[in-house]
């Protein structure tokens, strides 16, 4: 099993429509847990962090659930500039792992 | 303006011709790590450094050397570049290993 899984998509929404990903990491003693957005060739960039008690971003939401080990973004009202590759990132427990674990990301595609 | 700056962008090269790609970071950062990303496999981390003077390998380390002796540069050689390190390559910095990275804008290498 991958230590961070997503589905690779593509997601073909309409303009204004909502839209949520998952993500699964399976190191339960993961700390920390980031949504990075990748435009085509272009380098990653931090969409937001994800906190335990969730966090919003305008239209943005993030989730953790440690139960089952996921966390989601869902995307309100979909604009034709939000398409994108949404990446996934998780930290494990500290120790010798010094380094932050990216998933394969998910494709999203907003149609006018 | 806080920023990762790689250079070059592009490079071609030819299998054995030992090449340089810089990468320097004006946020006092400790952290910066390398990264390559091929279709299908994502963002795979080739080596970190938690500070100056140290520096760890990451999941594909072959092929690749760094160093770290100044805070902000993180140059990543080349030795003998090989077809299969033809990559779109990031830098990245952060304040610590799990702290949310700022990326470079990339640089894409074509080995022949």
């Known amino acids: 099993r991958k230590e961070v899984e997503q589905d690779p998509g593509p997601f073909n929404v309409p303009e204004g429509a909502t839209v949520a990903f998952n993500c699964t990491y399976s190191n339960s003693a993961s700390q920390s847990f980031f949504w990075y957005r990748q435009d085509c060739r272009k380098e990653p960039k931090l969409l937001m962090s994800v906190y335990s008690s969730g966090n919003e971003d305008g239209r943005f939401t993030a989730q953790l659930n440690r139960a089952s080990q996921y966390i989601s973004l869902l995307i309100r009202d979909s604009k034709l500039s939000d398409s994108a590759t949404y990446l996934c990132?998780?930290?494990?427990?500290?120790?010798?792992?010094?380094?932050?674990?990216f998933g394969t990301g998910t494709l999203l595609a907003v149609q006018p | 303006e806080a920023q990762v700056t790689q250079n070059p962008r592009y490079l071609i090269t030819v299998t054995g011709k030992k090449l340089t790609v810089t990468c320097s970071q004006n946020?006092?950062?400790?952290?910066m790590s390398w990264y390559r990303q091929d279709p299908g496999l994502g963002l795979r981390q080739i080596y970190y450094s938690m500070n100056v003077e140290v520096t760890d390998k990451g999941d594909v380390p072959e092929g690749y050397k760094v160093s770290r002796k100044e805070k902000r540069n993180f140059p990543l050689i080349l030795e003998s570049p090989s077809p299969n390190q033809t990559s779109l390559y990031f830098c990245a910095s952060s304040w610590r290993w799990n702290s949310p990275l700022h990326f470079g804008n990339g640089t894409r290498l074509t080995v022949t």
């Open positions: 946020m006092n950062h400790e952290y």
């Open positions: 990132v998780v930290t494990p427990y500290g120790g010798a792992t010094n380094k932050l674990i």
